[in-house]
């Protein structure tokens, strides 16, 4: 029994003697742990989406089209969007014909116009238009799904302002008379019935009105009340882009996973380094005609090379799987996926800089890696994520990476579209890789 005591306490003197081991066991989860509860809004009061950009454009010139807009501003999901803002010109209200370029630039994703008709005088109902940017399905349905209770939460209101104004254009007739006379020929047009009779039983007080029933169909009231408000609800749609994107839901999981393998790929290779170290692989290299920034600048050329035939092998099988469509982006989709391969590269080569073992870098790789895809955008969408968590996102390479796939598949970007979110990857790239380089020169790793 003793002998089993000492042997386990050898073990676990090894174990926390490494302290890459500890971290990966205990302070890497621990700290993912509070990421994605941070991420999730976890133990947040109100643990829904916040601040997703919504552009409201007002043409109604109505105070029914000031209420549905006050109605979306009080909806914590949405931060609404009511001005177009330009440094060469002071602001202005935004108009609908500045919708489809700034959704193109990613400014927003979708946008709700309120056309002059949006109240008519001469019609029950009320009328909208709906501009979607749909990149991301999840996002997407969260979206339309809290746009359309808030629309229908403050439908009966306007409709009743729409039902007074229609009133008001009967001449003759009492104002009353002319108000539930406005409902009942809206009603009987719309669900058929006889307009004099549901008119009688309005002025009787009998407001249970609905659908016609119909043999075997369910007619309950609360199935009559959805249909009577989507029916008197006219909502225009329009895509404003990713209309003939073949597999959309595919894109985005082949784009974020990735991203995600090539990561942790490019930063093995790098952690490869303290694997020729210690077996020295680099004395021998370093007695001929080499010098240590080749060993170095050779590694980062390996690994972009090793990363783009990587996501050139990911993204055929997602054409051969599930049809994405790479054979019109072939030429844009390589450009991008290089640049993301270098981006990459220069991240394994940091974490490699910083490490003082294979262990600790595989560790620190492990955490920094998982990090990066959880807010960068790889696994979630940014947008539904509190608006602290979208800011750090924007200082990782998985966003503008994801951007990058994003626009060349999705939007069919041009080269001058491409060009901020390349830039950015340049210049990510450039940094991170003059930071390693700093680091290398300063730890040696070649002893």
Avoid at 2 to 27: G, M, P, Y
Avoid at 219 to 225: K, L, S
Avoid at 369 to 377: D, E, R, Y
């Amino acid at each position: 029994m003793r002998t089993l005591l000492v042997l386990l306490q050898k073990d676990f003197s090894n174990f926390f003697s490494n302290k890459a081991a500890v971290s990966l066991t205990f302070i890497v989860p621990f700290a993912m742990i509070y990421v994605f509860g941070q991420v999730f809004g976890v133990n947040r009061k109100d643990p829904g989406p916040t601040g997703i950009p919504l552009a409201v454009v007002d043409t109604s010139n109505q105070p029914a089209g000031r209420e549905l807009v006050d109605a979306l501003k009080a909806e914590k999901t949405f931060k609404v969007i009511t001005q177009f803002s330009s440094p060469n010109s002071p602001d202005r209200p935004l108009a609908e014909s500045d919708l489809k370029a700034m959704m193109r630039d990613n400014v927003f994703r979708f946008a709700v116009v309120l056309p002059p008709d949006f109240l008519s005088d001469t019609e029950l109902g009320i009328h909208l238009k709906i501009y979607s940017n749909p990149r991301n399905e999840i996002e997407t349905q969260m979206v339309n799904g809290i746009l359309q209770r808030t629309i229908f939460s403050s439908t009966p209101h306007l409709l009743i302002q729409s039902a007074q104004a229609r009133a008001r254009s009967e001449v003759g007739i009492p104002r009353t008379d002319a108000f539930n006379r406005s409902i009942a020929t809206s009603v009987a047009e719309t669900f058929g019935g006889d307009a004099d009779e549901i008119q009688r039983k309005i002025a009787n007080g009998d407001l249970g009105f609905g659908p016609q029933a119909t043999p075997g169909a369910s007619n309950t009231p609360g199935n009559a009340t959805g249909d009577v408000l989507s029916m008197l609800v006219r909502i225009e749609t329009e895509q404003v882009a990713g209309q003939d994107v073949k597999a959309p839901a595919a894109t985005r999981i082949v784009s974020g996973f990735a991203i995600q393998f090539l990561l942790f790929a490019l930063s093995s290779s790098a952690a490869a380094l303290f694997y020729e170290r210690d077996r020295g692989i680099f004395h021998r290299i370093l007695a001929g005609p080499v010098s240590r920034s080749q060993i170095l600048w050779s590694k980062f050329i390996y690994g972009a090379s090793l990363g783009l035939l990587q996501l050139s092998v990911l993204f055929i099988g997602g054409r051969i799987l599930y049809g994405i469509d790479i054979e019109h982006h072939a030429g844009y989709l390589c450009l991008v996926s290089l640049i993301v391969a270098t981006a990459c590269t220069a991240v394994g080569m940091l974490l490699a800089s910083i490490a003082t073992s294979i262990e600790a870098a595989s560790g620190l790789a492990t955490f920094v890696i998982l990090l990066m895809c959880s807010v960068g955008g790889a696994w979630f969408p940014v947008t539904l994520m509190p608006e602290a968590i979208q800011k750090l996102s924007k200082l990782t390479v998985v966003y503008w990476a994801m951007e990058g796939f994003d626009q060349v598949l999705w939007l069919d970007a041009s080269l001058a579209e491409l060009a901020p979110t390349l830039g950015i990857l340049v210049a990510i790239a450039g940094v991170v890789m003059a930071v390693a380089v700093w680091r290398f020169n300063r730890s040696n790793p070649f002893q």
